[in-house]
Each structure stands twice: as structure tokens, then as C-alpha cells.
């Protein structure tokens, strides 16, 4: 499953410290014009108000944001304790989750 794939990338990614995670740290990585290639992932079951917040500013700053999994999956994925929103600093791996998001969609 492409859900699965997507996960997998993310686990290479909190390897090699290409995560950025954390509200302050989220919205500067929404926000950091350096960055050509950005996703958000967000966890399905995150709160409301987080879900809207991110989607807000990503729409304003043009980020693609992806619904995926639960908090547990992407925190047993990442290896960090109750994550709910992430964002990949590496702009390969960012092409490489948008592209698998686009074939699961299609």
C-alpha cells in the first residue's frame, strides 16, 4: 500500500534529521521561502483546530498538506512519541511523497 511507502519515507527522513515537527518549528517550515519542495503530513485523527490552523497557512503559502495515517502510525514511523503534524526538509523525499500520494489518489 502507498500508505505504507509514504511511512517508510518518513522513517528514512527521521533518520537522517530531515524532520521538522513542533508548532513554532511547523510554521517557519511553512513559511521558509529557501525551500522549493514542501509537504506537510498530518495525522488523520489530529485535533480540529490543529487540522485547520495548518491547512490555513499552507493554503496561504502554497504548501501541499496530506491527511495520512494516525498519530500512533506516524509516531511508530518517525520513532518520536505523539506526532500529529510533520514536515520533510529533504526536497527529494518531498518529491518522492508527493508523486506516491498522486498515484494512490488517481
Do not use: H, W
Not at 519515507?9 to 524532520?19: E, I, V
Not at 511547523?26 to 513559511?31: A, M, P
Amino acid at each position: 500500500m502507498n500508505e505504507a511507502k509514504i511511512l517508510s519515507l518518513l522513517g528514512f527522513a527521521s533518520k537522517a534529521k530531515k524532520l521538522v515537527y513542533g508548532k513554532d518549528n511547523i510554521r517557519d517550515y511553512i513559511k521558509n521561502k529557501r525551500l522549493k519542495r514542501k509537504v506537510i503530513i498530518i495525522a488523520s485523527d489530529a485535533g480540529e483546530r490543529v487540522k485547520k490552523d495548518i491547512k490555513i497557512r499552507c493554503e496561504i503559502s502554497n504548501v501541499p498538506i496530506i491527511e495520512l495515517s494516525t498519530k500512533e502510525r506516524l509516531s511508530q514511523a518517525t520513532g518520536m512519541l505523539n506526532i500529529a503534524v510533520l514536515g520533510i526538509k529533504d526536497e527529494n523525499m518531498v518529491a518522492s511523497i508527493i508523486n506516491i500520494f498522486r498515484e494512490k489518489n488517481q
